[in-house]
């Protein structure tokens, strides 16, 4: 039992936390899953489509890389505003915002009548991307009783990295079948039925108050409504401008120095902001900096190993989008049968061991994919490195997530879900524009299997060196102790991590 905070002659109000076993428990976590599967379908699918896509609008490698970037630039850009909001003005809410959004955005996906239309609907759906993000997980910081949370975040964990897997699959199906336009229909299928069950079963929660707390307190005023917005689009511009700079490389040196000029000018606005949209004092907790480290060296690194992969299998190997979507199976089980024990065992043994063990053996795998080539076999060849990929990938989803979460207050889990989801979108989304330009893959490489294949032999190291950099920083930064479960640290007005409803609202916070 979690007692709320009690303003001024009010006694507190008793506010249960959500365990797994109940029923309202099992039917948030099923919102949540179902909520993360859309954005994991929406970015996964369009991988296998991109030759279709590619060939039926005539487009070059560019306007390839646009129709992925354009959805991670918008979901990088602006998941801080997104976790913010949640945080502010309840995250069921932004979070059934955001479902609904995707799915909107989906629909034009699939009727877009030229590359231009597709891209832009593709950064429509990372704005709905960007509001139900960070909501999804701190939706289970802030409902789950602790002892229950790191075995939530498992299970979430697992089955978004199902939602992760089967999406090539099924895309590869959809697009060798009725075409490439349904792989966008997809994600509109589990929007569907994560609104109601949102509507009816997730608990609202505002900063660190639960829905009766903030009805019984009045937790309402102007400090709801105060956002960040030149902090957020100074943050977008940067990434937009930087991604430019790197897909279009022969004409972004001027873009590359006003991207870095908008960089610089995003970190003076969050230095000098009374309200800064990431805190800069959230930084100051070595283990959430050494976590976001880790982050960006893991998903720039699988970012750009699945961006090419998915076409490796197709353009090299001669495999049909439904066979590269099948290929990526065997991650699949091993999320499954095992993600949901892995966040609780490094709540057991400590962060620092699974998170310098996964990305190594993840590195392992890329490197075994260097066998993947003309005439490969999958059992000899593709399937050893996809299980090796997997393990690894066992091994360092949940923990990474439990880890984030525990160094962290609970009020600010959607803000730290936000930056930790902006560091992974923006690190896929850099890998995705510059790996090309870094292994010499020019506008034309995905119409030639030789020129492609010397490519991705040249990009496999490359992403492979950035998961051992990731496995270095966890073993160097990251405490060896054993994380214990999570309790709200007590705030004082203007200190660390200060809560943004709660330090308005309420001169104390009770501890659980």
């Given amino acids: 039992m979690k007692h709320s905070p009690a303003t001024d002659g009010a006694a507190p109000v008793p506010v249960p936390l959500l365990r797994i076993a109940s029923a309202r428990g099992r039917w948030t976590l099923l919102a949540t899953v179902l909520g993360s599967s859309v954005v994991l379908l929406g970015s996964t699918v369009t991988n296998v489509a991109l030759p279709r896509i590619g060939r039926d609008f005539g487009a070059d490698l560019a306007v390839l890389q646009w129709t992925v970037n354009a959805y991670m630039l918008a979901l990088a850009g602006l998941i801080l505003l997104g976790g913010s909001l949640g945080d502010r003005l309840g995250r069921r809410r932004v979070f059934v915002v955001g479902v609904v959004w995707f799915a909107v955005a989906s629909l034009l996906c699939a009727l877009a009548p030229n590359a ?98 903030v009805v019984a307190t009045g937790a309402a005023g102007r400090g709801r409504w105060a956002f960040d ?62 976590i976001n480290l880790i982050t960006l060296c893991v998903y720039a690194s699988t970012g750009g190993f699945y961006f090419l992969a998915a076409l490796q299998l197709q353009i090299v190997v001669g495999y049909s989008a439904l066979a590269a979507g099948a290929a990526m199976l065997p991650t699949t089980v091993l999320m499954l049968l ?111 299997g030789a020129a492609f294949d010397a490519s991705f032999r040249r990009a496999m190291p490359l992403c492979a060196g950035l998961l051992a950099v990731g496995a270095a920083l966890a073993f160097a930064l990251l405490r060896q102790t054993t994380a214990a479960p999570h309790r709200p640290q007590r705030w004082a007005h203007g200190g660390l991590l200060e809560p943004p409803l709660v330090s308005r609202f309420t001169h104390h916070r009770s501890a659980e």
């Fill in 229 to 290: 917005v030149p902090g957020a689009v100074l943050g977008a511009l940067a990434l937009a401008l930087t991604t430019y700079a790197l897909t279009a490389a022969r004409h972004g040196g001027p873009v590359a120095v006003a991207a870095a000029v908008g960089g610089a000018a995003f970190l003076h606005v969050e230095r000098r902001s009374a309200d800064p949209m990431m805190p800069p004092a959230i930084f100051s907790s070595r283990q959430f900096t050494a």
């Fill in 338 to 448: 095992f993600s949901s024990g892995s966040g609780v065992l490094a709540q057991r043994l400590g962060p620092r061991l699974p998170l310098t063990l996964g990305p190594l053996v993840c590195s392992a795998g890329m490197l075994m994919m260097l066998r993947v080539g003309p005439g490969a076999s999958y059992p000899a060849d593709v399937l050893p490195a996809l299980v090796v990929m997997g393990t690894g990938m066992v091994v360092l989803v949940a923990p990474l997530t439990v880890t984030l979460l525990s160094s962290v207050d609970a009020s600010n889990a959607g803000l730290a879900s936000g930056i930790n989801n902006a560091a992974a979108r923006a690190a896929g989304l850099m890998a995705v524009a510059a790996l090309p330009l870094l292994v010499g893959m020019g506008p034309d490489a995905y119409r030639s």
């Fill in 116 to 213: 231009g239309t597709l891209i832009a609907a593709r950064a429509l759906q990372g704005v709905g991307g960007a509001l139900l993000t960070p909501g999804s997980l701190a939706i289970i910081e802030a409902s789950f009783h602790p002892d229950d949370r790191p075995r939530a975040i498992g299970l979430w964990s697992g089955f978004g990295g199902i939602a992760a897997a089967l999406g090539p699959f099924l895309g590869g199906w959809l697009v060798d079948g009725p075409g490439w336009r349904w792989t966008f229909v997809l994600s509109i299928v589990p929007a569907l039925l994560c609104v109601p069950v949102a509507l009816n079963h997730v608990p609202e929660s505002v900063g660190g108050l639960r829905e009766d707390t």
